[in-house]
């Protein structure tokens, strides 16, 4: 029997803790016995990319540690006001490859699509905190054009759901788009891209696994998990379901000041996510985006890092560090 007194993010729907995330960063500090003194005025913060953080996150973070690597990456601060040189709205140059809404196609063989625009958590350091997603949020009659388009190029094979976080959606809604992209012949790969089955393990329930299971397109998962304090028994047991049909689950990072750059952050969240069934994809060096400059590791730093990474773990571990940049074919391996 599970006592009643727990909280509704280890009992409920996943949709009950959607719409109950912490969203106020007093309220966020106070549940950590943290002193707000310590953070000063956040309110400007509010307005563009507001806190927002589910309870099962939450419940992972330190008490009274300001510099919880948890915390860190979703609690506002005054230092994201900081105009920085090289730091701007769209860093990727998206807009560019953006051919209809809610999808961009950059790399030869694969499409984005900007499945949902929400997200289950905030970023502090999101590259899409700026995007336009009002303008990039289809309903089921505006996918047309980006489903044609997939159509009419036979060379994509493999559609990724991005957003936003793609399992934000609603399952009946992912399972009506992937129905229509399984009918594309050339399509043979569907990979997701999310951090809600970190954030928000129980998302991956059984009507997510069924629309899953059903589709005949292969699949595999991208977490997005940036610290080994990230990932407990309830991500264990969401990625078990994953790969108990037979999906592989991969994991990319950031590479962040003050949340995982040391070598021992690092090998600790390679070691974690193996422990969970999932294996390092990418590690990723900071896109310039407004607001994040206070995230930045440099480059020489990154790679002497990554450097210390390789001599610590076996191969298969160590994620390919790479960074994006906006002409670019692929992302850019740093070694
Ligand atoms: C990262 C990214 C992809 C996926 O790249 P992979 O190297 O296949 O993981 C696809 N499209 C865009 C626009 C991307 O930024
Ligand atoms: S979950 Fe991903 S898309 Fe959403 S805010 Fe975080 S980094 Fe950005």
């Known amino acids: 029997m599970i006592p ?54 939450v419940a992972k973070m330190q008490r009274g540690n300001i510099d919880d690597p948890l915390l860190r990456q979703v609690l506002p601060l005054g230092e994201e006001l900081l105009v920085q040189p090289g730091y701007s709205a769209d860093p990727l140059q998206e807009a560019g490859s953006n051919p209809h809404p809610g999808l961009i196609h950059k790399y030869r063989g694969r ?33 047309q054009p980006a489903l044609d388009y997939i159509a009419a190029d036979p060379s994509i094979g493999e559609v990724i759901y991005s957003g936003g976080d793609p399992l934000a959606l609603a399952d009946k809604q992912l399972a009506w788009l992937t129905a229509q992209i399984a009918q594309i012949p050339h399509v043979r790969r569907l990979r997701i891209h999310t951090r809600l089955p970190v954030v928000l393990p129980h998302r991956i329930d059984d009507s997510c696994l069924q629309w899953l299971a059903q589709t005949h397109l292969q699949k595999v998962v991208v977490l997005h998990s940036n610290h080994a304090n990230e990932i407990d028994a309830d991500v264990a047991a969401a990625v078990t379901r994953l ?13 962040l000041r003050g949340i995982n750059d040391s070598v021992a952050a690092l090998a600790a969240l390679s070691e974690a996510l193996f422990a969970a069934g999932v294996l390092p994809y990418y590690l990723h060096l900071l896109d310039k985006v407004a607001g994040a400059a206070h995230f930045e590791v440099a480059l020489p730093r990154a790679r002497s890092l990554y450097r210390q990474l390789l001599e610590q773990l076996p191969g298969y571990l160590v994620p390919r560090l790479v960074r994006e940049q906006p002409q670019a074919a692929s992302k850019t391996p740093i070694l």
């Open 4 to 57: 009643r007194t727990l909280p509704t993010w280890q009992t409920g729907r996943w949709q009950d803790d959607l719409a109950d995330l912490v969203r106020d960063p007093l309220e966020l500090l106070r549940l950590l016995h943290i002193d707000a003194a310590q953070i000063g005025r956040s309110e400007a913060l509010q307005q563009a990319f507001p806190l927002r953080v589910p309870r099962a996150f």
């Open 243 to 255: 790969r108990s049909i037979d999906i592989p689950v991969l994991n990319q990072a950031v590479l």
């Open 111 to 143: 499409v984005l699509l900007i499945a949902a625009r929400q997200c289950a958590i905030h970023c502090r350091y999101c590259f899409r905190r700026h995007f336009p997603y009002a303008q990039n949020n289809p309903g089921r009659d505006q996918w």
